[in-house]
């Protein structure tokens, strides 16, 4: 979820100076180009520890086997490495996004979840679910430089895309923590609704959403106070409260839309993000938690956690056009676009 | 009275909080109403409690004693620490035991004096019921992790019992409800010698009923090896005369029921004492967020999560709850809290649980398990109510003898 306002601006040693100069006189981090573009989509699975590539045409070109329990995925800032959390192997492993080749694993990371990658490119904000802690890695240095406790069970978390807070959801604490980049400190501690799970930032970076998934809400959190500003509610036709479980949220790039999976609603919300009203509802298969957009923003891609597939939403009618199988529990979608 | 090892604990976890775990305290309890911030739970029991006895095995059968829950207090509050400090507030847990003589009445009522502002009874039944009834019911919360008659709910229902172990009319409607699922629903009830045997086997006849499953016979049976009795001692002929599709099985002692599933005149499934069976937790749960639990608990108690580890565990979360969402402070606001506010507490089985005003029965679900898997959580799929599925199993409000108090 971030500005792609830089996109053109392409990242290679020899830029970092202009880097650095650009960081001094506006206090934002570059964004550079996506070199990769291999136009392939990664879908982590969490029981079979395997990692599915689509191609751009949403057929299964090739799986391969991973680290132990892959969850949270992100490209590195170039998107030539796939860096991949797998929770059972207390590892982050870093994959060549063209090859699909193990470039590097950081061992004793314990029990990472998910992860999110701070805009400066090399540090990790990662989720230690079993540890109640979430520790920072350099990936080009493979230090861990900080350790931040949160509450039980963190999951979600969001690195601003100015770099000055991450956002970390601890589900069983019911608490957002967020994190000053720079002060190295927790600066606010946010009571949520029942177990928040994931994160989303709207473009203009003034509001972060967060899914309450027991309480069944998205709440909406104000970047400029840290505090809880709002809250979105679902009332799919025939489901009942309890069946409402949002996971994953992901919104489109001029801050209009927002598409919410419902988790044992066994629906993805279509929300209007000015008016914070759902409205629409996409059947799209058991249990869907992990979303990704196309870069077109086309096509909304579906991890369906209990139906084992894909489901790829045409976001101009909302109905699901194809499923496609994957391995057992898919969790993330990553697309090198 | 206060135990060393229980106050060790907190102090730990204190300092640890103190030392390098939230720069930036936002104790949003202080900055509202500048209310205390130290709220303390009392986990009361009972030195010589035979609940926790060793278990004779002259029957050959191997009873592990059961272990105390108290563990799954202490996870709960190292489990919450982090929203308590988001709020402003201490929570700390105070283990008291009773000596055998004691008198449970008298020590209720310090408590209760003494500040407290809830008590986790593990107690044994008799004890709990004159607690119960001896304290006023908006004193304190008193949480009952143990016992699940439900005759004890409508003896209590205007007391400040607040029963977070399901009741057995919550298992057995967890079953009933799997069986109709399952369109299994010609049921044959054997049940055994012991009072508890014929109560087990009663609820689930009214579970039955309510469900529409078919009891299509109901049998006791007796130990012992007389062939003059061999109709209440041979399982192949008691079960041999009527088709039936699953067997309910009502033998608490748990040593005949062990062959039970391999003695029947026909292949059929075992539910009950033995093969699918109700409770409340169980530590190969692999859904909603259990894994994680079981994980920690097991890591601090070296043991795994028993029923009872979880009901603690509850227990404490629900007063961290009271106390983060309805700001209540003290013993009475937080049984007000639990008793009239709708206030969900995370379970980690994949709902939201609650006490209903009407017996202070904690709503939840119930898993049904095998041994080695959680085969379903009930409520089933189908089964609805009015207010929440949760509320399909166990006394609903208009069955309770008492009626729920106005909000």
Known sequence: MRSNACATLHASKALHGIAAL????????????????????????????????LDGSDNVVSSFKSCGRPRGMRFTLDHTKLVVACGSDNTIAVYEVSTHKLVKRFRDVPDPETFDLHPNGHDLYISNEDDAEATVLNIDTGEVTAHYPVGDEPEGVLATPDGKYVFVASEAANLVQVIDVAAKKVVKELLTGTRPRRFAITPDGKQVWVSDEIAGIVEIIDVATLASVGRIEFQPLGLRRDEITPVD?????????????????????????????????????????????????????????????????????DKVVKAVPVGVIPYAILIDD | MRSRRGRKAIAGWAILSAMLVFAAPSALLAEDKGLSPEIRIVYLAREGDPAYAEVASDDGVFRPPLPEPYPGAELAIRDTRATAHAIGATVTLDKQVLAPDADAVGAARSIAEGGAVAIIADLPVDDFTAVAKALPAAALPIFNIRHSADALRRALCSTGAFHVIPSTSMATDALAQFLVRKTWRRVLVLYGPLPSDKLLA???????????????????????????????????????????????????????????????????????????????????????????????????????????????????????????????????????????????????????????????????????????AVIGYAPFEGFLHQRTPLDTLGTDEGEAACKAPSP
């Open chain 1, 22 to 53: 650009f960081l001094a006189l506006t206090g934002a981090w570059p964004m550079p180009a996506r070199a990769a573009g291999t136009g392939l989509v990664f879908v982590s699975n969490e029981r079979s520890s395997e990692i599915f590539v």
């Open chain 1, 249 to 317: 949220i992901v919104m489109t790039r001029d801050g209009k839309r927002a598409y919410v999976a419902l988790g044992r609603a066994n629906h993805v919300a279509v929300v209007d993000v000015p008016s914070r009203k759902a409205v629409d509802y996409i059947l799209v298969g058991k249990r869907p938690w992990g979303l990704r957009l196309s870069r077109d923003e086309r096509k909304l891609y579906v991890a369906n956690g209990l139906s084992d597939d894909v489901a790829i939403v045409d976001t101009a009618s």
């Open chain 2, 202 to 372: 009663d609820a689930f006849q009214a579970s039955a009923k309510k469900f529409g499953a078919k009891i299509v016979d109901t049998k006791s049976f007796i130990f012992g090896n007389d062939p003059r009795r061999r109709d209440q001692t041979n399982v192949a002929i008691m079960t041999a005369s009527e088709d039936y599709d699953i067997l309910f099985l009502a033998d608490t002692l748990g040593d005949f029921g062990r062959f039970v599933p391999y003695e029947q005149a026909k292949p059929r499934p075992v539910i009950g004492t033995e093969g699918l069976r109700p409770s409340a937790w169980d530590a190969v749960a692999e859904r909603y967020g259990a894994p994680q639990v079981n994980h920690r608990f097991e890591r601090n108690a070296h043991r795994p999560m028993t029923d009872y580890d979880w009901a603690a565990w509850v227990a404490v979360r629900a007063v961290v709850e009271a106390v983060a969402r309805a700001k209540a402070t003290t013993g009475p606001a937080i049984e007000a809290a639990l008793a009239r506010v709708d206030l969900p507490i995370d379970i980690s089985k994949g709902v939201e649980g609650s006490f209903r005003p009407w017996d202070h029965q904690f709503r939840q679900s119930i898993m049904l398990h095998s041994g080695d």
